[in-house]
């Protein structure tokens, strides 16, 4: 099985898409399909998955990665966690690509965790530290340079 095709037999969230396996469905559209999570980190804890089996994001075909943020984002609304202002509960979206990165689940999903207190929802570990500006401008250059040719 390559890493990217339209469904794996093998693939858990590929059964769920079917309805092999039971899922709280929420959206599904033309391309994506979005349930809650099983093991929520925070009250409405839900992922929105392509329907394509693709393990990390650079497997998808645009059009299923273009279809996945406006369901995120009436999601958001239907969990009242539109809120216009930088105070008061708030949301992650979260897309882990390999095992070191936090992947379970080989095919790719986003997860909109809502954030209400600190203790629910994602925790993050964040080891900022202030760049170098030569270092920054090498790479942005390196960068740059490979996604022009
Ligand atoms: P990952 O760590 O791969 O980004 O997250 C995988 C997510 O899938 C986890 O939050 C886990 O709870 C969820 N999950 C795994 N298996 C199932 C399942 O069978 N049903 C549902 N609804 N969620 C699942
Ligand atoms: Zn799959």
């Given amino acids: 099985m390559s890493a990217a095709a339209l469904h794996d037999?093998?693939?858990?969230?590929?059964?769920?898409?079917?309805?092999?396996?039971?899922?709280?469905?929420?959206?599904?559209?033309?391309?994506?399909?979005?349930?809650?999570?099983?093991?929520p980190t925070?009250?409405?804890h839900l992922l929105v998955i392509p329907k394509y089996h693709g393990a990390k994001?650079?497997?998808l075909p645009d059009e299923y990665l273009a279809d996945i943020l406006p369901v995120a984002k009436k999601l958001a609304?239907?969990?009242e966690l539109n809120?216009?202002?930088p105070e008061g509960d708030g949301y992650n979206i979260l897309q882990n690509n390999g095992r070191i990165a936090h992947?379970?689940?080989d095919h790719v999903h986003f997860h909109l965790?809502?954030?209400?207190?600190e203790k629910s929802g994602l925790i993050v570990g964040w080891p900022a530290a202030d760049a170098d500006m030569g270092e920054l401008s090498d790479l942005a250059k390196k960068l740059v340079a490979k996604l022009e040719q």
């Fill in 9 to 39: 037999a093998s693939c858990i969230f590929c059964k769920i898409i079917k309805g092999e396996i039971p899922s709280f469905k929420l959206i599904e559209t033309a391309h994506s399909y979005s349930f809650l999570d099983i093991q």
């Fill in 42 to 44: 925070a009250k409405g």
């Fill in 57 to 59: 994001l650079h497997n």
């Fill in 77 to 79: 609304i239907a969990l």
């Fill in 83 to 85: 809120i216009d202002s």
């Fill in 103 to 105: 992947q379970v689940v």
């Fill in 113 to 117: 965790i809502p954030k209400r207190d």
